[in-house]
């Protein structure tokens, strides 16, 4: 059983910057395609950013060039670096793992079959 915490989220004013963590208990991510996803009041959850097994980044377009994926896979964590926060990242933050195969296919979340209990991510104008 794959176990997925989050962490690194918080408040800050429009411009500003977050680093959040997602460490797997017991599981690499060297196989696997992993993802960070979002939900906002409302909402329906949304993909943000995913990494292939073979370090491969997919960004959804509204955070194209603010958000940055990576991971380490010697300390079983998955990163999501976020720069120019909006007051429209404004959301909960899930981390997620695909483990029926290594790379990513979409952002569909039907298809992770593990995932974190989230952190809260709040930007203000």
């Known amino acids: 059983q794959v176990q997925l915490a989050e962490s690194g989220g918080g408040s800050v004013q429009a411009g500003g910057s977050l680093r959040l963590s997602c460490a797997s208990s017991?599981?690499?991510?060297?196989?696997?395609?992993t993802s960070w996803f979002r939900q906002a009041p409302g909402k329906e959850r949304e993909g943000v950013a995913r990494?292939?097994?073979?370090?491969?980044?997919t960004y959804t377009a509204s955070v194209k060039g603010r958000f940055t994926i990576s991971k380490d896979n010697d300390k079983k964590t998955l990163y999501l670096q976020m720069d120019s926060l909006k007051p429209e990242d404004t959301a909960m933050y899930f981390c997620?793992?695909?483990?029926?195969?290594?790379?990513?296919?979409?952002?569909?979340?039907?298809?992770?079959?593990?995932w974190g209990q989230g952190t809260q991510v709040s930007v203000s104008s």
């Open positions: 997620a793992v695909d483990s029926t195969t290594s790379a990513c296919y979409d952002f569909s979340p039907v298809r992770y079959n593990y």
């Open positions: 017991g599981y690499s991510f060297n196989n696997w395609c």
């Open positions: 990494i292939t097994a073979l370090g491969t980044a």
